[in-house]
C-alpha cells in the first residue's frame, strides 16, 4: 500500500485516503465551475443558466418560438417551471408570448431580437463545454463516465432529485427568484 506524507502533518495517509480526498477535491471543483459560472452569466447577460437555456432553444429553432410545453419537454422540468421562466424573460424583454396561427387555443413563446443578443452575449454554458468534451469520448468512455456519475448521485443518495440537464446549483425556479 502507498502512503502520502503531509506537508503540514506528521501522519501518513494511505492511497485510499488521498484518493477519498481527491475525490472530494474533484467533486468540490465541480459545484464551484457551476457557481463561478452562473455569477459570470449573472454579470454578462442578466440571466440565470435556464433563462439562458430557454433563449438557446428558441434561438436553435428556424422560426424562433415554441410552445411551453415543448420548452419544459425539451428542458426536462415541469410546465410550470418553464411558465415562470417565461414570464421573467417577457418581463425583461427577452421573448413575447403570441397565439398560435394554427391553434388559437396555444400560445407560442417567441424570441425577441434583445434575447438574441443576449444568448451571443452570454458566455459559452458549461453544459455546452461537458457536451461537446463528452461527445468526444469513445461510447465506452461515455459510458464509465456516466455509471460513475450515477454512482456519485446514489453514494449522496440524489438519485430521485429532480433535475433536468442544466448545470446551475440550486432549483431552476426557486433559484429564479429576483433574477
Known sequence: MKYHQLSCDSR???????????????????LRATELYERKLAQAAGLTPAKLRVLQLLAARADGSATPKALATQMGVAQATV??????????????????????????????????????KAPDALQQRFVRAFETMQDWEQAQLVASLERVAAMLQAEEIDASPVLTTGEIQAGEQGR
Open 12 to 30: 501518513f495517509m494511505s492511497e485510499t485516503e488521498v484518493r477519498t480526498d481527491d475525490s472530494l477535491i474533484a467533486l468540490r471543483r465541480i
Open 83 to 120: 411558465t415562470a421562466l417565461i414570464d421573467k424573460l417577457e418581463k425583461s424583454g427577452m421573448v413575447t408570448r403570441q397565439r398560435s396561427a394554427v391553434d388559437r387555443r396555444q400560445t407560442n413563446v417567441v424570441i425577441t431580437d434583445s434575447g438574441r443578443a443576449a444568448t451571443k
